[in-house]
């Protein structure tokens, strides 16, 4: 056999410790059920050695396979069997099974995970999306706001709906002094915006992320960073929100370029500014609000997808506040009465 009769294919951009399995078990199915040629993986390329119309035929369903894991974000024996020996044709890929489809599903994320809108309002903000270029999603901790939003930012750059994800959040420290932080700029910020890379290691694979992170496809940064910004085909999220001020949500929104999806999400009841009165969610929410082509998606408790301690927390802490605020009133109309008697 000549060298000729060979073919080098990159397995580029995918987790080679997935797609070729633990042990190589996988790797040896695909041996396995092409048994006309040699295959030899060299890291990220295949060395497949045969006649002509079997290395294309390989090369077909291997790129089937990899598509599926871009997709789908697992492989398993079941899907590698399908991808060669169901008999797909050109640009076919292996389908999910059916019943892991339905209408909650969002996207599927790394090592098999569904990510689905499990509660109501996690619904309405995907059901609003295809109407709405900007939405605004508010509400309590843990009910899945930014997280949804991520899912269907990932989905909207696997269906080339956009060209590049963006995500930000204010710098604002959630109520302690970091003090000196060592490093570079990245460095210093990642701590600010690690659950955002939380949600995203979720759902691309790392290889892929890594990728489309150094080539500015999927992009996290301080909103500061978003001036003199036009975002044009771009899926861009804005989180934690009620820490901007009413002029740094102004500067965010007017950001907005032609193909662009907006989602803003916040919790007006966990304000990290010196001043609370400063934060410019709400009244930008007011100042929008009735604008065609913006929806508003407010979350509650019964979308908390915690713990379910969270739910019994959040009550807690709303119950106090409820108190406290009733006593302050007290406190004003006795310090009211008091001047008008003097």
Known sequence: MTEAEGRVISVE?????????AKNIYLEQIKALNPKLKIIARGHTLKVL???????????????????YDRYGHISKEVVDQSF?????TGDAPSEPSARHDDQTIVYGN?????KARTENQQKLVRIFDKCDLIFATGPAGTGKTYTAIALAVRALRERQVRRVILTRPAVEAGEKLGFLPGDMKEKLDPYLQP?????????????????????????????YMRGRTLDNAFVILDEAQNTTRSQIKMFLTRMGRNAKFIVTGDVTQVDLPKKSDSG???AM?????????????????????HELVKHI????ERQDQIEESIRREKREQLKDNTAKD
Not at 13 to 21: A, Q, S
Not at 50 to 68: A, Q, V
Not at 85 to 89: D, E, L, Q, S, V
């Open 13 to 21: 951009n995918v987790d080679t410790r997935e797609l070729y399995g």
């Open 50 to 68: 045969g006649s002509k119309s079997e290395i294309e035929r390989f090369e077909r369903r291997m790129h089937s396979l990899i598509d599926y």
């Open 85 to 89: 020996a169901a008999g797909f044709t």
């Open 111 to 115: 090592n098999g995970i569904i990510v």
């Open 196 to 224: 955002l890379y939380d949600a995203l290691n979720d759902m691309i694979p790392p290889l892929k992320l890594q990728k489309f992170m150094e080539d500015g496809t999927v992009q996290i940064a301080p909103l500061a």
């Open 281 to 283: 969610l709400t009244r």
């Open 286 to 306: 007011n100042t929008v609000r009735g604008i065609n082509g913006i929806g508003f998606v407010d979350f509650d408790r019964s979308d908390i997808v915690r």
């Open 314 to 317: 959040v009550d807690a802490f």
